[in-house]
């Protein structure tokens, strides 16, 4: 089974702060995603890539960036934090777009 | 704009109960329709999914029904088990293009003993 390992679990951060958040997963699937989850809003996608070096935006990509480094490592990357990106973030990775989505534990990051 | 919509928002069903969740959709080019099961702590999870060429697909207690004209499909779990107690999220995607996966709010069940 494809694992997608989310670090670190929980987070806490100042406004202003910068913080970092890392995926790796070791099946070596192209596709891997970064995703909030908000009570009300379902999972909103907010990068993904689908390959080393590629980058692409999703549907609320203000105030992340992200990077793919590698096959197996994507992270994303909050350089202010607000409040309004306190959330449960997940990430995930699948083998083609329509294929079936792994996802992470999840990271729940609050910003105060 | 929410371009998948589930409702309800939150069900509770008996032991034993059929459980209907359902959904919609607005995007006519969304061709592949998965639902993802998540417990509490854990990450979503892919349950069962269906592409738009079939109106209907069955995994155990697990059915899709699929209607391509009304934009619709809903998720029955039959014989339902206090522990099919999760969220569920309805997914929709296009295979062309932009294939997104673009997930609903959820639906929450509680099924009780």
């Known amino acids: 089974e494809a694992a997608v390992t989310q670090s670190p679990r929980n987070k806490v951060t100042v406004t202003g702060g910068n913080v970092t958040l890392s995926c790796r997963q070791t099946?070596?699937?192209?596709?891997m995603y970064w995703y909030r989850q908000d009570t009300g809003h379902g999972l909103r996608l907010i990068h993904y890539?689908?390959?080393?070096?590629?980058?692409q935006i999703g549907d609320v990509p203000d105030g992340y960036k992200a990077t793919r480094t590698t096959q197996e490592d994507f992270f994303l990357l909050l350089e202010l934090a607000s409040p309004s990106q306190t959330s449960l973030y997940f990430c995930?990775?699948?083998?083609?777009?329509?294929?079936?989505?792994?996802f992470g534990k999840g990271t729940r990051l609050t910003v105060v | 704009q929410q371009q998948v919509r589930q409702s309800p928002q939150s069900l509770t069903v008996w032991e034993g109960e059929t459980a209907i969740l359902n959904c919609s959709y607005e995007?006519?080019?969304?061709?592949?329709f998965p639902w993802y099961q998540q417990f509490p702590g854990e990450g979503p999870a892919l349950l069962i999914s269906?592409?738009?060429?079939?109106d209907k697909k069955e995994d155990g207690r697990f059915t899709i029904f699929f209607n391509k004209r009304e934009k619709k499909l809903s998720l029955h779990i039959t014989d339902s088990q206090p522990g099919d107690s999760a969220t569920y999220f309805c997914?929709?995607?296009?295979?062309?293009?932009?294939?997104?996966?673009?997930f609903g709010s959820g639906t929450q069940l509680t099924v009780m003993p």
């Open positions: 995930a990775s699948s083998e083609q777009g329509d294929t079936e989505v792994f």
């Open positions: 099946n070596s699937h192209n596709y």
């Open positions: 890539s689908y390959g080393a070096g590629n980058l």
């Open positions: 995007d006519s080019t969304f061709n592949y």
């Open positions: 269906i592409r738009s060429v079939s």
């Open positions: 997914a929709a995607s296009a295979s062309s293009g932009s294939w997104q996966l673009i």
